[in-house]
C-alpha cells in the first residue's frame, strides 16, 4: 500500500494584486480580474529562488512526521521551471540543506507545471516496487513571466512537498499499524488508490536555452492542449478504478487560472462542491509545478478519513498525470500536528504583505 505520509507547502508572503498589474499597463483591472478569476498573486522575496522554497516546503513535509530522520529519505526529486542552474542539481542543494546524507537517489524533473506530480509517480514506482521505504517529491517555482504579457497576471511562486512510503498491508481505518522493531515505519495519511499518464508532442508554451522568458500559443494552450490532457487523463483514471465523480469527494487540477480547472471539473462531471477547497489559484496564482501539488495539500488539510481525492496535473509540451488517492485516520493525527485553528494552505495563503508593481518587478529582478 503506497501512499503519502506527510506533505508541507511554503508560500512566500509578498502579494501583488492583478489590478495593480493592469493598472501600470493601463488596462481594466476589474476585467482582468474577472477573466481569469484571480485577485492577487504570490511572489517570491529577492533572496528566494526554487531551491529555498522546495527546502521550505520540504521541512513542513517532514515536520509533519515524529520521529523521522531526514536520512530515512532514499529519494529526493525536485521539479521545477526555475532551476536556479542549468548544470547543477536543486535537488542535491535540497537534500544537502535537509540534512539527508549520502545515500540516497537525487534527480531533477522538468516537464513544466507537472515536473513535480511526475516525480510523485517515479516514487510511487520505486517504493512500491520494494527498492526503497521512504522517498520525497517536490514542485516548486518562481514562475517566470515576461511583463506586459497574459502570463504576467498569474505567475506565482510556491512549493509542496510530498514524502511518500509503504504503509503496511493491514493499516485499516484505525489508523493502526504492526509493530515495527526499528520504529522507522509511518503510517500512511492517502494511499494511492490508481495513477495514469496522458502526453503528447503538443508544444503549446515553451522556453528555448538562455531566453529569459517563456513563449506561448496564446488561445492554442486551450482546447488541443490543456483540456486535451487533462480530460483524457481523467477519463483513463475513471476507466482504470472503475469509479464515476459521484463515487468522488474531491478533484483537484492544475491550475493555469481560475477558469480552467472549473470548466475541466464541470466537463467531467463534479460539482462546484469538489473542486472548490483545491482552487488556491484563486488568492496565490499559478505557481507552475507546485500548483497541483498545492491544490491536494489545500484539500488534505479539510478532508475527513476513507474520502477519495482525484487529482490531475498539466503540464506544457504535453501531458498530464492523473491520481486517486483514499485518506486514512491517520491524516486526522497529521491535520492536528500542523495547525490549530485553520488548514496550513490557508494559514500561508493568509500571512502576507502587498507589494506595488515596482516592487515586484525588482523582486522578480525584471529591473
Not at 526499528?182 to 522556453?207: H, N
Not at 463515487?247 to 469538489?274: E, S, W
Request: with cysteine.
Amino acid at each position: 500500500m503506497v501512499g503519502i505520509v506527510s506533505y508541507g507547502t511554503y508560500i512566500p508572503q509578498y502579494r501583488i494584486r492583478l489590478s495593480d498589474i493592469a493598472a501600470a499597463w493601463k488596462k481594466d483591472g476589474q476585467d482582468v480580474t474577472s477573466s481569469l478569476l484571480v485577485t492577487e498573486k504570490s511572489v517570491q522575496a529577492p533572496d528566494e529562488d526554487a531551491v529555498t522554497i522546495a527546502l521550505e516546503a520540504a521541512r513542513s513535509a517532514l515536520s509533519g512526521v515524529e520521529g523521522l530522520s531526514p536520512q530515512s529519505i532514499e529519494a529526493l526529486f525536485v521539479g521545477s521551471e526555475s532551476h536556479p542552474y542549468a548544470v547543477n542539481p536543486t535537488s542535491t542543494i535540497v537534500g544537502e540543506l535537509l540534512g539527508v546524507g549520502n545515500n540516497y537517489l537525487a534527480a531533477d524533473f522538468e516537464f513544466a507545471c507537472k515536473a513535480g506530480t511526475a516525480g510523485m509517480q517515479a516514487i510511487a514506482g520505486l517504493v512500491g516496487s520494494g527498492h526503497m521505504r521512504y522517498g520525497m517529491a517536490v514542485g516548486a517555482d518562481t514562475a517566470q513571466s515576461k511583463p506586459h504579457d497574459v502570463l504576467e497576471y498569474t505567475s506565482a511562486a510556491a512549493g509542496a512537498a510530498f514524502l511518500m512510503g509503504k504503509g503496511d498491508e493491514d493499516q485499516n481505518k484505525s489508523g493502526r499499524k504492526k509493530i515495527d522493531p526499528q520504529g522507522t515505519t509511518k503510517p500512511i495519511v492517502a494511499k494511492l488508490l490508481a495513477y495514469t499518464s496522458y502526453s503528447s508532442d503538443t508544444p503549446d508554451f515553451w522556453r528555448r536555452d538562455g531566453v529569459a522568458y517563456p513563449s506561448h500559443a496564446g488561445r492554442f494552450t486551450g482546447e488541443p492542449a490543456y483540456f486535451a490532457h487533462v480530460i483524457g487523463a481523467a477519463r483513463r483514471l475513471f476507466e482504470k478504478v472503475q469509479c464515476k465523480p459521484s463515487d468522488i469527494d474531491y478533484c483537484v487540477f492544475h491550475m493555469p487560472n481560475g477558469r480552467f480547472p472549473r470548466d475541466a471539473a464541470k466537463r467531467l462531471g463534479f460539482t462546484p462542491d469538489q473542486i472548490l477547497p483545491s482552487l488556491v489559484v484563486d488568492t496565490i496564482g499559478n505557481p507552475y509545478s507546485a500548483s497541483t501539488m498545492m491544490g491536494l495539500a489545500a484539500v488534505l488539510d479539510i478532508a475527513k478519513p476513507g474520502e477519495k481525492i482525484f487529482m490531475v496535473s498539466y503540464g506544457s509540451g504535453a501531458g498530464s498525470d492523473g491520481f486517486v488517492w483514499e485518506t486514512t485516520e491517520a491524516l486526522v493525527k497529521s491535520q492536528k500536528s500542523k495547525v490549530k485553528s485553520q488548514s496550513l494552505v490557508q494559514q500561508q495563503i493568509a500571512k502576507k504583505t502587498y507589494i506595488d508593481y515596482v516592487q515586484y518587478l525588482k523582486q522578480t529582478h525584471k529591473i
